[in-house]
């Protein structure tokens, strides 16, 4: 059962969609409140200070270029540390699996095919299981 889970997991694309989705809408809570906490602020003293910092007003229009920067820098540290925490990792399993350092998944050999059939049609015919100790006849 282990086994098929883990073959799910490193077929194609799924790490990556397991990246976006789950772990990714993790650490950009984490990173949010990173931002909210000490960017946000950190920008509006740089930017002037007190509760307009942060922005600027031109004939009347209110240009909000902190919180603007704020979101952007959330969005570099997120994809940071997807990357090096998550990708890179799996990148580097790939690599190895490719250059035959790490085996691959291993199926199942022909007689335990074989065995699975026999004990298939066994339950189908209304029998039940085979004997376990005596092998398949040849």
């Known amino acids: 059962m282990l086994k098929g889970f883990k073959d799910f997991?490193?077929?194609?694309?799924v790490v990556d969609l397991a990246v976006?989705?789950?772990?990714?809408?993790?650490?950009?809570?984490?990173v949010n409140a990173f931002a909210d906490s000490f960017l946000t602020p950190l920008i509006g003293l740089i930017g002037g200070g007190g509760e307009l910092g942060g922005t600027e007003t031109v004939n009347g229009q209110e240009f909000t270029w902190g919180a603007f920067l704020s979101q952007v820098?959330?969005?570099a540290?997120?994809?940071?540390?997807?990357?090096?925490?998550?990708v890179l990792p799996v990148r580097?399993?790939?690599?190895r699996r490719a250059r035959g350092e790490e085996p691959g998944p291993v199926g199942p050999t022909e007689l335990e095919m074989l065995v699975e059939i026999r004990d298939l049609l066994r339950a189908q015919q209304g029998l039940g299981p085979a004997d376990p100790a005596?092998?398949?006849a040849a």
């Open 9 to 13: 997991l490193f077929r194609g694309n």
């Open 20 to 30: 976006a989705v789950v772990i990714g809408a993790a650490f950009t809570d984490v």
């Open 73 to 75: 820098i959330t969005f």
């Open 77 to 86: 540290l997120t994809a940071a540390i997807l990357y090096f925490v998550v």
């Open 92 to 95: 580097r399993l790939f690599d």
């Open 134 to 136: 005596r092998p398949p």
